[in-house]
Every structure is written in structure tokens, then in C-alpha cells.
């Protein structure tokens, strides 16, 4: 394994097989653009909409708008190499100032809409960014003052760029011309590591090893010209964007649209309008579609597919989704490392239904290891159907984070497999179902309670319409378990007949939550999961109230 200061590479042996094997093509991000809009000129690419207005754009016009920005970018100051940070919500101009970022060889890192100063300071001073492009406000906040205080505090950041401004129009505006093409090998963007504690880690992709997921994702996904993406979630994630999400549309030379928020509202009614076929959500979110598909009044019947991934889908809303939204379900579980598996749309629904899918490539190599040995080899494999803790490696999972050596020691292995901290059991098909997260087991007096599973019994109840179990310090058991509980519209079921519910579901008694928690809702992440971290420090600031 070869590193530098920044980047963690694939051994060179390593990475001759998979350009031999045809995986890694040599292609970087603006040359993929430009060869689609000479094969799709004509069609739409994408929809969105920005301050109330929308807008449709061809493959010929998003490659010209990158092509103009990129030139602007480069006469600004932007160099190969650079890092810029991207903090844009769902809209059109997403694409082209990735693309036009791409081509002027620097490094978009992702940001999230809903990422504050803190993160986004974090991102600037990992990254030494040398600068911020946003949005002047959305959601009602100042992402703009937001952007110019990082500036402030950053050393490096030398300019802020606001989409809809005068001097983004004049950028946007530049003549196009011919830039140098950057190292298809090479580092083409940094995205954020996932997870619900803590400041996120950046992550190295490159063009070659994205677009290798990019291609495959498309076709499991069986995206054709004539499908339409919604992108539900904020795009600068991974999975809106590339499982299949607005590149594995463009790559099929389908139309994306954006949607500004992910309401079933807003989602039911571009599903009508612009004859969604496709889409992807997290299981919060599939499960509030599914609760509002009984009382829309739009037409959902465009919609073949709904992808589940981000977290866990359980099994009694996996069963849900199908009856209630007339289209097919395929559960999706990967990481912005890279690792990403699908169910396939021909997986009998048996496996549609209990796993989270299978890997992209057949040069994804899995092991599960372990469980209770953190430090476990990456040989240390347990047999199929047991729990174990999942390490994988392959041709799209990164071999490092970005000028991270310390954490880099204990995330990988000395042989180059990632430490997910998923647990997981594989099947003898090769599919995997998703048990946890190893650091969200609980430990309840030396029983293992996996929240995931108790999670689903909950949801089982019709009164629910989603749960978080998480864990409580306690003195005796060391931590006892807590389920956070949104109910569904109606009377709300009260805590003693959730424990009853679930103690009559056959479950040890130890599963039973020791305390019960109605709430309206949960404190989520930027992209829409449920964020335990937020729920255990409420508890942590109720028992501290109480003491």
C-alpha cells in the first residue's frame, strides 16, 4: 500500500488488475460529461428549481454551463489541486458547478445543507479549502453569512461564491475553452464520512473508482433513457448522488429532477408532474411516503422503483412500500467509502424483504468478521448466518481518509480492508442483512440488545410510525435500553402497551425497552437519518435535570 500525506492509494498491483478488468477506464468527470451530451444533446438532464423558479436544462446545455464555469473558476484564481468547498441545497445549479469544478481540476467537498459553521469551518481547515460556493439563504438560514464568517476564521478560504449573485452570473458567463484534463487517478473530490457522532472525516474519490460505481449502479438500477431520477434527499450525498442518484442518470442519459425539500407533498407532486420513475429515501422518509400515499391525491403511477438505503430498512416497512406506493422496492446499503449493494429488481421478495442487498462488482471482497474483537484480522471470518462485524475492500472502497494517519491505522486493516462498524450476517447468496451498528449495540448486564431489532418490532405496531432505540447509562446493567417512539396520526399508544406489544412479539426480556418515549419527531442528520447521538444527549440532559 502506497501513501502520501493526503492520500491513501491502491497498491499499484492492485490497481493494474482493475484497469485491466475494465472497471477503472482512464475517464475523468468532464470527459464523461461531454461524451454524454454528444450522445443525449438534445435531452433533459435535469429539473429544479431555485427561488421559485424552474428550470430545464439538455445534456448540450449543463455541459456548456460547466464548461463557462469552469473557465470562470480558472480566471478567478482556481487551480488543479484545489480544494473548494460546496455547501448547495437541491438546486440546478448543483451540477454544473461540480462539473465545472471538475473540469478546472480542484475538489469539491460536499457539504450538506444543513451543516452549520462548526462542520463547515471543520471541512475548510481539514481541506485547507480555498474556497466556499452556497446559496444566499435557504431554509431560512444565512448560508451565505454562514459561508463569509468561515472565510473569516480560515486562513485559506479566499473567496465565497453565491449562486444567484452578480458575480456568479458574470463567472457563470465566461467564455468556454479547452482546460488541461486532470488524472483520471487522481483524487476528484472529497465527501464526508457518515455516522451521527462526532466532526465527519473527508473521503478521497477518484474519477476512475466513482464512475466505476456510477456505471454499475445504473445498471442493477436499470436506468434507460426514458426513466426519470427524484432526487428526494440533499444531492451532495452519496447516495442521491451516485446509488444510482444524479449521476447514475446522466450516465443512462435520463432526466434527474431535484426536489427543494423531500415532503411527500413536494415528492407526490413532481412524481406527477414530471412522471417520476425512480427515486431513493432513507426509511424515515419512506415511511412518512408510505403514511401520505393512503390520502394523496396525486398520480404516483409513474413510480416503478423505490430505493431504501442510509440506514437500515426493517422488514414491517420493507413489507409496506410496495402495497402502499404501487412500485417495486430495493433496498440499497453502502457508505461514502465506497462499498455499495443493491438487492436486484429480480431478487425473489423474500430477499427484497429481509436483506440489504448484495455488492456492486464481484471483485468486492467481504469479510465478516468477530464481532466482540475490535481489532480482529481481517482472516478472523465467522460462518454465514452469524453476526459479525463487516470489512470489505475492493475497486470503489477507498484505502484511506484524507490526512487522517492515526485514524487510518485502526479503520484499516495492515492488509487494506476497511472496518465498516456494521454489523451484519451474510447469507450463502452472498447478500447481506444489516444487524447494527457495532458501536449502537447495547449492552444491557451483559446481554447484546441490537437496537435495529428491536426497532422493528416496534414498527410493527400500527399505532408507530417510526422508533429509535437507543442506550441509557445505568448504575446496575452499565446501560439499559430506551425507545424513542413517533406515532402515527391518532391517538398515540402509550409506553406500557409498547413494552406489552413487543414482550408478546416472542422477544427475549431482555428486548423490551426499559423506558418508552412518545415523541413528534426525531432530530435527524443532514441527510435525513435519525441522529441518536441528538436523542442520547436529550436523555443524558433529562437524567442530569432530575439529578
Not at 425 to 434: F, Q, W
Not at 508 to 521: I, M, N, T
Amino acid at each position: 500500500m502506497s501513501a502520501g500525506v493526503d492520500h491513501v492509494a491502491w497498491p499499484a498491483d492492485v490497481a493494474a488488475r482493475y484497469r485491466a478488468s475494465g472497471h477503472w477506464r482512464g475517464q475523468t468527470f468532464g470527459a464523461w460529461l461531454t461524451a454524454l451530451a454528444a450522445a443525449h444533446s438534445g435531452r433533459t438532464a435535469v429539473v429544479g428549481e431555485r427561488d421559485g423558479v424552474t428550470s430545464r436544462w439538455t445534456f448540450a446545455g449543463l455541459d456548456e454551463r460547466a464548461h463557462r464555469i469552469a473557465a470562470g473558476l480558472v480566471d478567478s484564481g482556481v487551480r488543479p489541486g484545489d480544494r473548494v468547498v460546496v455547501q448547495l441545497p437541491n438546486v440546478p445549479e448543483f451540477l454544473p458547478v461540480v462539473f465545472g469544478l471538475w473540469r478546472a481540476g480542484a475538489w469539491p467537498v460536499f457539504a450538506l445543507p444543513a451543516h452549520r459553521h462548526s462542520e463547515l469551518r471543520h471541512f475548510a481547515e481539514q481541506a485547507e479549502a480555498v474556497a466556499v460556493i452556497t446559496v444566499d439563504r435557504h431554509e431560512r438560514h444565512d448560508h451565505a453569512g454562514t459561508a463569509r464568517q468561515v472565510a473569516a476564521d480560515v486562513p485559506s478560504v479566499r473567496d465565497v461564491l453565491v449562486v444567484g449573485s452578480a458575480e456568479f452570473a458574470d463567472l457563470a458567463a465566461t467564455a468556454p475553452r479547452d482546460l488541461p484534463d486532470p488524472d483520471p487517478s487522481g483524487v476528484a473530490f472529497l465527501q464526508l464520512s457518515g455516522g451521527s457522532t462526532g466532526l465527519p472525516k473527508l473521503i478521497p474519490r477518484t474519477h476512475d473508482d466513482y464512475l466505476y460505481s456510477v456505471r454499475e449502479s445504473a445498471r442493477i438500477c436499470a436506468l434507460r433513457p426514458d426513466s426519470v431520477y427524484l432526487a428526494a434527499l440533499p444531492v451532495a450525498h452519496n447516495y442521491p448522488l451516485s446509488s444510482p442518484g444524479v449521476l447514475g442518470a446522466l450516465h443512462a442519459g435520463a432526466a434527474t429532477v431535484l426536489a427543494p425539500r423531500p415532503d411527500a407533498d413536494t415528492a407526490f407532486r413532481l412524481i406527477e408532474a414530471e412522471r417520476v420513475t425512480i427515486s431513493g429515501v432513507v426509511p424515515p422518509l419512506a415511511a412518512a411516503w408510505v403514511q401520505a400515499a393512503a390520502r394523496t391525491g396525486h398520480d404516483l403511477s409513474s413510480l416503478e422503483v423505490l430505493l431504501v438505503g442510509g440506514a437500515k430498512c426493517g422488514r414491517e416497512l420493507a413489507e409496506r412500500i410496495g402495497p402502499a406506493l404501487g412500485c417495486r422496492l430495493q433496498q440499497v446499503f453502502g457508505m461514502a467509502e465506497g462499498l455499495v449493494c443493491y438487492t436486484r429488481l429480480d431478487d425473489p421478495d423474500e430477499v427484497v424483504l429481509g436483506t440489504q442487498g448484495r455488492p456492486i462488482s464481484l471483485d468486492d471482497e467481504i469479510r465478516v468478521v468477530d464481532p466482540d474483537d475490535p481489532a480482529a484480522p481481517s482472516d478472523a471470518v465467522v460462518p454465514d448466518g452469524a453476526t459479525g462485524a463487516l470489512l470489505t475492500r475492493g475497486p470503489y472502497t477507498i484505502r484511506g481518509y484524507f490526512r487522517a494517519a492515526a485514524h487510518n491505522a485502526t479503520a484499516f486493516t495492515p492488509d487494506g480492508f476497511y472496518r465498516t462498524g456494521d454489523l451484519v450476517r451474510r447469507t450463502p447468496t452472498g447478500h447481506l442483512e444489516v444487524v447494527g451498528r457495532a458501536k449502537e449495540q447495547i449492552n444491557r448486564g451483559g446481554e447484546k440488545v441490537a437496537a435495529e431489532e428491536v426497532e422493528n418490532h416496534l414498527m410493527a405496531h400500527p399505532d408507530v410510525l417510526d422508533a429509535a432505540v437507543v442506550a441509557v447509562p445505568d448504575a446496575y446493567l452499565g446501560e439499559r435500553t430506551c425507545a424513542y417512539v413517533v406515532p402515527a396520526a391518532g391517538a398515540a399508544p402509550t409506553g406500557a402497551e409498547l413494552r406489552r406489544f413487543v414482550r408478546e412479539r416472542g422477544v427475549a426480556a431482555f428486548k423490551v425497552p426499559d423506558l418508552v418515549q412518545v415523541v413528534g419527531e426525531f432530530p435527524v442528520t443532514g441527510v435525513g437519518k435519525t441522529s441518536k447521538r441528538e436523542l442520547r444527549a436529550a436523555l443524558a440532559a433529562l437524567a442530569e435535570k432530575k439529578g
